[in-house]
């Protein structure tokens, strides 16, 4: 087992290990329970210093996917409880226009580059095809609470590479410069703590809880056409989801018909911000 790292890529080092080694439990390479290499070895296999894995293996650690025992060594986690989530598919940009707000985005990196083995799964494309890879840290009322990174196959809307996206929604820019629509989608929703890099963009301190929405995107030929990583602020956001119950299956048509109006007003909402007393 030997792991390559890209040197000439801009991703420090030990995002890449992060990535390799979630990429293997992802793949069921290494399932819950199982103890991952050491150190030295890790070393080893990734030609890294041991400063770089611990970098990568803290990083995985807050994550929730491995856990680190002093004097044993470090072991994937059980996976984390799953519930189904019953949510129109819209994105952060209409969400908060819908709510009257002005959102604006900066973007920190607009560039296509290789996919890597988790976004090529993700995906559905071959490692290293070319990917527009777009990075933006989002504004509400001048005040940071959304880092979101996006891919999206190059091939598929080579025109994004140059689009502004500081003041559109990138959904509409598909549909309108690209003809690509996006029907359905599925996302997980969980709670982790914020890295150093991201802090530093939020405006939070490290390790404040933030809300991490990981999401694929499809057309409506069941093709993926995007898949991002948002991380929110924890607290200045909530989600909000109407569920529905269904008594048993031929029930779920009529159902859902019943109460699409409900299902199509539920998305983000921005908290208010605390006044302090002012």
């Not at 071959?126 to 196959?153: G, K």
Request: proline letters at 6%; glycine letters at 6%; aromatic letters at 8%.
């Amino acid at each position: 087992m030997k792991f390559e790292i890209d040197r000439s890529s801009a991703l420090p080092y030990y995002v890449q290990v992060r990535d390799a080694i979630h990429a293997r439990i992802q793949s069921g390479e290494w399932l819950p329970g199982d103890q991952l290499p050491g150190e030295p070895e890790l070393c080893r296999l990734f030609s890294v210093s041991r400063t770089v894995i611990r970098q990568a293996l803290n990083d995985l650690t807050n994550k929730g996917l491995v856990i680190r025992e002093k004097g044993k060594g470090t072991f994937v986690a059980q996976p984390k409880i799953r519930e189904s989530l019953v949510q129109k598919l819209t994105g952060f940009y209409q969400d908060m226009v819908e709510q009257g707000y002005a959102p604006v985005a900066h973007v920190l990196r607009q560039e296509s580059v290789p996919a890597s083995e988790k976004i090529a799964a993700y995906l559905q494309i071959q490692p290293r095809m070319p990917v527009i890879a777009i990075e933006r840290l989002r504004f509400v009322q001048n005040m940071p609470v959304q880092l979101v990174t996006t891919s999206l196959p190059f091939s598929l809307c080579p025109t994004l590479l140059d689009a502004d996206l500081s003041n559109q929604s990138l959904y509409e820019f598909l549909e309108q410069q690209c003809g690509v629509f996006i029907v359905r989608g599925h996302r997980s929703i969980e709670a982790v703590p914020a890295n150093e890099f991201e802090a530093k963009h939020l405006h939070v301190p490290k390790g404040a809880p933030l809300i991490l929405l990981d999401s694929v995107s499809y057309s409506s030929d069941g093709t993926p056409v995007e898949y991002y990583h948002a991380l929110h602020r924890g607290d200045r956001t909530r989600f909000e989801v109407e569920l529905v119950r269904f008594r048993d299956h031929d029930d779920r048509q009529g159902i859902l018909a019943e109460h699409s109006d409900l299902l199509s007003k539920r998305g983000v909402v921005l908290r208010p911000e605390k006044n302090n007393g002012k």
